[in-house]
């Protein structure tokens, strides 16, 4: 048959260069494998109906990729609010389905792009890019799904205006470090959060093992036996629950930027924050090889000098585009959003020197791409969807444990330090959720009868830092690729042809590399 070339639209194209330059389910003891109870055979049996997805799309960014390909379908599918209570209130998940370009399909490749709180759809249909020349293409449907609380799922998450947005200030980060967060702020998040996405119960249901046992109706209306899978970033997450709840019904499972399982909330985050001040040094490195680079030509001073750089931005921001201020922890989360890939470290660099020029154009465009801020001004509910679903995922924290996380932070991050009393004004911005999360750290613990997995993990990566790759292939008795690079997650992208041979071997063929199986990407 023939298949239309996929072609990359702007906003992929961008967005690539950011991102390789972005009441509860069962028990973890008791894995639901046994088949699907009376009550939940209806959900079980649906038949999607897929058609055109541009009423998929929430901003003019997600509509130009959404439309890009006429091979793309989308449709959504019913699941239980709370799967102990399934005649009960339902919501609707977004499915985007790509159809295998060879004649002799295996089946769907699930995938997961991160976040939380990434969207499913974007991610097949950027990957569907990515992987055009692949095996992977040739022998799979790739599906994406926007889990519960997230893009075109419905509800979704929403917690503030698109001009509340803009000004950057909303409290949902816990670990922000030059916002003051008082418990009438955690209180009024909350309320706000739950009267615009559609009751506090939604919110209560919103975390991974939910979007696990989603996941598994997923594959069942796509017509699949066993699930196969491809997770990146917090997919890794979502897969090792799955696995743990599912184990008989996997079939393959390719985990790309491993979540350490076994990490909890403050040692996983410290850990992930002294990966970018690793990678900080990297840039650094390669900046103070540049003519006029703005952190100076030692690379041991470069943190010193961004300090200096950004630490006015705290009293006085400094000007961007379309009516935008660059503040400090604006300056800091688009240079966090860089460090995804050594593919943006120039853009980065160029940033850094328009702030000591006084300027922020460059920083946050870079935020507010990676955060989904669209040209035409509207958020996608990402930033939203991320702070919800881990407040029902991650343990939660007294105002004093706050403080300490935020210390520890900017210890293993100095470029992060802005010089301030961080105790002041730190509260856990999710302690006003009534419900306790629902993962339980450490997850995917003792698993049986699992079939072998694939976890690739990248040495430089600043998110996802290698070891927790390790940790994962020994908790899931899986096979670890390593990927010498600088860069989070890579086998989406479809950039590296040693990394794709492998990932496609394995998912076609269910065979696994060697032990010590090595892929090097190219250096910046």
């Known amino acids: 048959m023939t298949v239309p070339k996929r072609r990359p639209p702007i906003a992929v194209a961008v967005a690539a260069l950011l991102t390789l330059a972005a009441c509860t389910a069962s028990s973890p003891d008791e894995p ?37 390909d006429d091979t793309f379908e989308c449709a959504r599918i019913d699941v239980p609010l709370d799967y102990d209570a399934p005649d009960d209130q339902t919501v609707r998940i977004a499915l985007l389905r790509v159809p295998a370009r060879g004649e002799n399909p295996i089946g769907s490749l699930v995938l997961n792009t991160g976040g939380p709180g990434g969207s499913g759809l974007m991610g097949a249909a ?72 559609g009751g506090a119960r939604v919110l209560e249901h919103l975390g991974t093992r939910d979007a696990a046992r989603d ?16 997770g990146q970033s917090y997919g890794t997450r979502l897969g090792a629950v799955y696995a743990e709840t599912f184990p008989d019904r996997v079939r393959a499972m390719v985990l790309d930027g491993a979540i350490d399982p076994e990490q909890g909330t403050f040692e996983r985050r410290v850990y992930a924050y002294g990966g970018f001040q690793r990678s900080f040094e990297q840039l ?94 509207r958020w996608s509910n990402f930033g939203e969807a991320v702070f919800a679903i881990n407040c029902m995922d991650e343990q939660r924290f007294t105002p004093e444990q706050t403080a300490e996380l935020r210390n520890a932070v900017v210890e293993a991050a100095p470029f992060l330090d802005p010089g301030t009393d961080l105790s002041l004004g730190a509260r856990d911005t999710c302690e006003a959720w009534p419900t306790p999360p629902t993962l339980t750290i450490p997850y995917a613990q003792h698993i049986e009868d699992l079939p072998p997995t694939l976890i690739v993990s990248i040495t430089g990566d600043p998110s996802t830092p290698y070891e927790g790759g390790s940790t994962l292939a020994e908790a899931l008795g899986g096979t670890m690729l390593t990927v010498e690079g600088e860069q989070h997650t890579i086998v989406m992208a479809g950039t590296s042809p040693c990394v794709d041979d492998i990932a496609a071997t394995y998912l076609i063929d269910l065979h696994t590399p060697p032990a010590d199986a090595t892929c090097t990407l190219p250096s910046t």
């Open 32 to 68: 639901a494998t046994a088949a699907p109870t009376a009550e939940l055979a209806r959900f079980y049996e649906q038949t999607p109906d897929f058609g055109p997805c541009a009423g998929y799309a929430m901003t003019s960014s997600e509509t130009e990729v959404l439309t890009s």
């Open 126 to 197: 950027t990957a569907a890019t990515g992987l055009a020349e692949s095996r992977i293409t040739e022998r799979f449907d790739l599906v994406g799904f926007d889990p519960r609380g997230v893009g075109a799922s419905i509800p979704a998450v929403d917690c503030f205006t698109d001009a509340e947005l803009d000004t950057g200030t909303v409290p949902t980060s816990t670990v922000g470090t030059a916002g003051s967060v008082t418990e009438a702020d955690t209180t009024e998040l909350f309320e706000g959060c739950a009267e615009r996405t």
């Open 215 to 230: 996941m598994d109706l997923v594959r069942a209306v796509m017509g699949d036996e066993q699930l196969s899978y491809l």
């Open 284 to 377: 650094a490195a390669y900046c103070a090889e540049q003519p006029d680079c703005p952190l100076g030509p030692d690379p041991a001073r470069a943190t010193q000098v961004l300090q200096e750089t950004l630490r006015p931005l705290l009293n006085q921001p400094v000007p961007a585009k379309d009516g935008f201020e660059l503040t400090f922890d604006a300056a800091t989360a688009g240079i966090i959003s860089g460090l995804y890939s050594a593919q943006a470290w120039p853009a980065i660099i160029a940033g850094i020197a328009e702030v000591q020029a006084g300027r922020g154009d460059t920083l946050v465009a870079i935020g507010n791409l990676f955060a989904g801020r669209a040209p035409d001004g």
